[in-house]
């Protein structure tokens, strides 16, 4: 069994030969020596319209290893609440395989992850983001996680979960966090609210920017998959972390009345 694509010719081109015009023009050639090392990215999910620049300029500047866990906001509310997905994908760039040893690794530790292929059948949050990763790493490997709401300290567990399985994998692993960040709201009130999110993340303060969402009412749909991300970097020994691009869908569409904001940040 593989997964088939859910949203190709919706969000992204699903022809190959548009879809790899498109990637050439969102990811920026960089040199590998120019890129950095780095535990954990935060993308957008948008169509590429819209947040294909942000997620190109966030990924280009990263060593992209061939395995990567992607966590991504569970849409539809179908399937487990963490959801492991264990087909591989059928992607018009090519079929990508799961790493099957990194994810046995986290379902034999986990008791919060559950192995559930049907949880992504049709969600589109992690599927927008392999493309951009096939695009720099032709020997993608993808781990995919969907997650649905879940209380603080359960992204805790999750997190050292993770983290164990990923010290105990032996090869480097990226950790990709899907999320859009404000919906729906007037440009300078997705800024306003988006800013004080971003700025729990750059402060690398998962708690905090769990808090911070749920208390301000910001409509960021991947604030859990970004909490457990965060809290896995930081298990694993981050320390910094950096804004690559802050934009909204204004900025395509030119309706600045209802955006939809957009982040990329690098946490090494």
Avoid at 151 to 164: G, I, N, Q
Avoid at 260 to 267: C, E, K, Q, R, S
Wanted: some cysteine.
């Amino acid at each position: 069994m593989s997964r088939a694509p859910a949203v190709a010719d919706r969000f992204y081109p699903g022809d190959p030969e548009h879809l790899r015009a498109a990637m050439k023009m969102f990811v920026p050639e960089m040199a590998e020596a120019d890129k950095q090392a780095a535990m954990a990215v935060v993308m957008p999910h948008a169509g590429y319209v819209y947040s294909g620049a942000t997620a190109g300029a966030t990924i280009a500047r990263v060593r992209v290893p061939e395995t990567v866990l992607i966590l991504g906001p569970n849409h539809r509310g179908r399937g487990a609440d963490l959801a492991l997905g264990t087909e591989d994908w059928r992607m018009p760039l090519g079929t990508v395989p799961i790493d099957r040893r990194l994810a046995d690794a986290i379902l034999s530790r986990s008791t919060l992850i559950e192995e559930d292929s049907e949880a992504h059948r049709l969600e589109h949050s992690l599927e927008v983001q392999v493309p951009f990763l096939q695009q720099v790493q032709p020997g993608l490997m993808i781990v995919p996680l969907v997650v649905a709401q879940t209380p603080y300290d359960h992204c805790r567990t999750v997190a050292r979960d993770l983290a164990e399985a990923i010290r105990g994998h032996g090869r480097p692993v990226l950790i990709v966090a899907s999320t859009d960040m404000s919906h729906y709201e007037t440009r300078q009130e997705a800024s306003q609210k988006d800013s004080m999110a971003i700025e729990r993340m750059l402060a690398l303060d998962p708690q905090g920017l769990y808090a911070t969402v749920l208390g301000h009412r910001i409509s960021m749909c991947g604030v859990i998959p970004t909490t457990i991300a965060l809290l896995t970097a930081l298990e694993l020994g981050a320390s910094r972390a950096e804004l690559v691009r802050y934009t909204d869908s204004g900025e395509a569409s030119g309706d600045t009345s209802q955006v939809v904001g957009y982040a990329g940040l690098i946490i090494s």
